[in-house]
Antibody, heavy 123, light 107 residues
Framework: QVQLQQSGPGLVKPSQTLSLTCAISGDSVSNNRAAWNWIRQSPSRGLEWLGRTYYRSKLYNDYALSVRSRITINPDTSKNQFSLQLNSVTPEDTAVYYC?????????????WGQGTLVTVSS | DIQMTQSPSTLSASVGDRVTITCRASQSITTWLAWYQQKPGKAPNLLISKASTLESGVPSTFSGSGSGTEFTLTISSLQPDDFATYYCQQYHTFPWTFGQGTKVEIK
């Protein structure tokens, strides 16, 4: 059974960097069939896919256009986890952030989710 | 991006009712559609993938159908545990996108 455990601060000041980590158990961040995603949810934007990291012989990353200039998602194979960094945050980045897995052949279908982290951007 | 539009936004129903939620895509996604159930304070939970394939452990009262641009999620007999918000999501074309949700509430 795959489990995803999120950690990170719930309050970030405007213009600073939002950082979250998702620890994986029951699977490996280097699984060549899986992708590791970050998704957020807010009343104004609904559920919004932000980006993913995955290995297919080498490392790949894909990011949503809306955050592409500010986002980095990195795997950490030594700790079997992956992280989200979102720079230059504004109050519009206030949301519940989820990590989630998808796996080929159903790439894009999110079968396991983290518990969610409410991140508030406020001074 | 592909726009996913759900209707209705809110649905009031009673235990035992048959409930249908519609999801429309702004362009064809063949059958690359998933349905999720979300309860307050929890992450979405995958119910159906490939438009009509029930995930393991999901009650058979749930079913999905459709292809192309129009899809439905049906609950054949609403149970107390089914009052929640339901989301569709396309995974045909990058970036993956979600509908805005349908809240099923007690009548």
């Amino acid at each position: 059974q795959v489990q995803l455990q999120q950690s990170g601060p719930g309050l970030v000041k405007p213009s600073q960097t939002l950082s979250l980590t998702c620890a994986i158990s029951g699977d490996s961040v280097s699984n060549n069939r899986a992708a590791w995603n970050w998704i957020r949810q807010s009343p104004s934007r609904g559920l919004e896919w932000l980006g993913r990291t995955y290995y297919r012989s080498k490392l790949y990353n894909d990011y949503a256009l809306s955050v592409r200039s500010r986002i980095t998602i990195n795997p950490d194979t030594s700790k079997n986890q992956f992280s989200l960094q979102l720079n230059s945050v504004t109050p519009e980045d206030t949301a519940v952030y989820y990590c989630a897995r998808d796996e080929a052949p159903h790439s894009g279908r999110f079968d396991y989710w983290g518990q969610g982290t409410l991140v508030t951007v406020s001074s | 991006d592909i726009q996913m539009t759900q209707s209705p936004s809110t649905l009031s129903a009673s235990v035992g009712d048959r409930v249908t939620i519609t999801c429309r895509a702004s362009q064809s996604i063949t059958t690359w559609l998933a349905w999720y159930q979300q309860k307050p304070g929890k992450a979405p939970n995958l119910l159906i993938s490939k438009a009509s394939t029930l995930e393991s452990g999901v009650p058979s009262t749930f079913s999905g159908s459709g292809s192309g641009t129009e899809f439905t999620l049906t609950i054949s007999s609403l149970q107390p545990d089914d009052f929640a918000t339901y989301y569709c999501q396309q995974y045909h074309t990058f970036p993956w996108t979600f509908g805005q949700g349908t809240k099923v509430e007690i009548k």
